[in-house]
C-alpha cells in the first residue's frame, strides 16, 4: 500500500543549528508539499515541491521523485521553527497523503 | 494573498448532536478538501470534491458524514451525529487544478465532543 515516512519523529536543537528533515514514500508522486504546523495548529504552506530544488530564506527542500524521497532543509534555527513539520504527497487521485511528521523543538 | 477560511474556529457540542462546519475556498479553487487531526496524530484525509459531487473519500468518510457546496463560495462538513472519537481539528483546503497543484489549508474548526 502506499506509503509516507518522514524521519526523524522527534528533533532537538539548538537555536542556530541547521537541521535535515526526510520525507520517504513508496510510489510516484504528482505532487508534494510540506507543511509547518504551528503551535497553535494552523498548517503552513512551506514549498510545493513534485520535483527538483527550491528555496525560501533559510528553508530548502529537493525532491528526487526517482528515488523517491524528499529533503527539507532548515538553517540557522530559530524558536519560531518549533513545530510539526508534514510532507503531503498526491500519487495517482486527487487524495493527499500526509506523513507522519517531525516534531521540531527549538530552544534558545 | 488570498486564503481559505474556516467558522468556527471551535465548536463544543454534545454526543449525538448534529454539527456542520463551514468553509470558504479561494474563490477561483475547484477542488474542495476536508481533512481531520486528532490530538497528537497526523493528518488524515476524509473527502475530496469537485464539480459538485465527492470524487473520493476515505473509509474515515462513513454514512454519519455528508459535504455540501450550498452556493457558489461556501463547503460545508456536516456530522449527523457526534460521537467522542470525532473530536478532532477538522481543516478545509482548496486547489485550483486538484493533485497536480498546491493545496490550501483554512486555520481548522476544533471541534470537541463532550
Known amino acids: 500500500g502506499i506509503q509516507v515516512e518522514q524521519s526523524p519523529p522527534d528533533l532537538i536543537l539548538q537555536e542556530g543549528a541547521n537541521s535535515t528533515l526526510r520525507c520517504n514514500f513508496s510510489d510516484s508522486v504528482n505532487n508534494l508539499q510540506w507543511f509547518h504546523q504551528n503551535p497553535w495548529g494552523q498548517l503552513i504552506n512551506l514549498f510545493y515541491?513534485?520535483?527538483g530544488t527550491k528555496q525560501n530564506g533559510r528553508l530548502s527542500a529537493t525532491t528526487v521523485a526517482t528515488e523517491r524521497y524528499s529533503l527539507l532543509y532548515i538553517s540557522s534555527s530559530q524558536t519560531t521553527d518549533s513545530g510539526v513539520y508534514f510532507c503531503a504527497i498526491a500519487f495517482t487521485g486527487n487524495q493527499f497523503y500526509f506523513g507522519t511528521g517531525t516534531s521540531l523543538t527549538v530552544i534558545p | 494573498e488570498p486564503e481559505v477560511t474556516q467558522t468556527p474556529s471551535h465548536q463544543v457540542t454534545q454526543m449525538g448532536q448534529e454539527v456542520i462546519l463551514r468553509c470558504v475556498p479561494i474563490s477561483n479553487h475547484l477542488y474542495f478538501y476536508w481533512y481531520r487531526q486528532i490530538l497528537g496524530q497526523k493528518v488524515e484525509f476524509l473527502v475530496s470534491?469537485?464539480?459538485?459531487?465527492?470524487?473520493?473519500k476515505s473509509e474515515i468518510f462513513d454514512d454519519q458524514f455528508s459535504v455540501e457546496r450550498p452556493d457558489g463560495s461556501n463547503f460545508t462538513l456536516k456530522i449527523r451525529s457526534t460521537k467522542l472519537e470525532d473530536s478532532a481539528m477538522y481543516f478545509c483546503?482548496?486547489?485550483?487544478?486538484?493533485?497536480?497543484?498546491?493545496?490550501?489549508f483554512g486555520n481548522g474548526t476544533r471541534l470537541t465532543v463532550t
Open positions: 515541491i513534485p520535483s
Open positions: 470534491f469537485y464539480n459538485n459531487e465527492i470524487s473520493e
Open positions: 483546503a482548496s486547489s485550483d487544478r486538484g493533485r497536480i497543484s498546491p493545496l490550501h
